[in-house]
């Protein structure tokens, strides 16, 4: 079939590729959100003939490129929206549902809530990590608001302007601003503190490429508590071109606990893990990560049971947010 297994979902891919990559600007503006929803609407309808790992080298690298160009311009739209958040005079957390994608953020956050509550054992964690915040770090406040309401949360980016904007939105809210907290640096560079986190939450876009995106995973597991919970987003099927894959494979030193790919407008795929305890990896968890990867359709059925849960809750936040 030449390079792929579906030559004409991949042309639509490559030539919106490069009509994105000509765009003078990544910033929000008519071209940019009209070429970007195209590409998320070609890539969102699941798709069992596409497996990215076993595409050829020109469209591997091409869709390298095309993860480069979806993080920069989800954080030039989150900036956007951050930065028109903080003008309004009341709360700004009020109106979270002016920035577009706020719905699918409060189902990805209900299913990753849900997925953590199946395994913290009726505990509640008294402090998360969340690396990669970005400057609208809406998991962590969805998550701070409706879920984890007694959880300290603290948000690392790189990125100094990210981090200013984001603690410029929750300073006005009375909770939030006390149980959340920004830190300005790479988590290559974080180390002790690591163990200081019962769940930490690893973006979808740290780490743009397979070898970073491991690199981070084995920095997490020299670091983290022994016991603590690793949640990653990952992506599954066509929308692996815009998010990089995390493999159970990847997570050397974790127990893999469950798998998930949604099949509706959320996009990214979570995994949920555990730290092993002690220096030696078991290697009978590396083949139930295996066995995970290969009955996702399992894990599906019990987590699309909850979607109309899920549904309803998100429809009660908005009536709250209107």
Known sequence: MGYCQDDKLVNTICDLYEKISKLESLRPC??????FKQLVSTCIPPNPNIDVTKMCESIQEMRSNLIKLCGHAEGHLEHHFSS????????PLHHLNVFPYYNNYLKLSKLEFDLLEQNLNGSVPKTVAFIGSGPLPLTSIVLASFHLKDSIFHNFDVDPSANSVAARL????????QRMFFHTVDVMDVTESLKDF???????????????????????????????LLMLRSAHGPRAFLYPIVEPCDLQGFQVLSVYHPTDEVINSVVISRKLVGDVVNHDHMDQASELACNCSQIHAIMNKKKSIVEEFTGSIEEQLS
Do not use: C, R, Y
Not at 84 to 91: A, G, S, V, W
Not at 170 to 177: E, F, Q, Y
């Open 30 to 35: 008519e071209d940019v959100d009209t070429l």
């Open 84 to 91: 028109i958040l903080t003008l309004f005079e009341d709360n």
């Open 170 to 177: 929750v300073s006005s809210d009375p909770d939030l601003s």
């Open 198 to 228: 019962d769940v930490v939450f690893l973006a979808a876009l740290v780490g743009m490429d397979k070898q970073e995106k491991i690199k981070v995973i084995e920095h997490l597991e020299k670091h983290m508590s022994p016991g603590a």
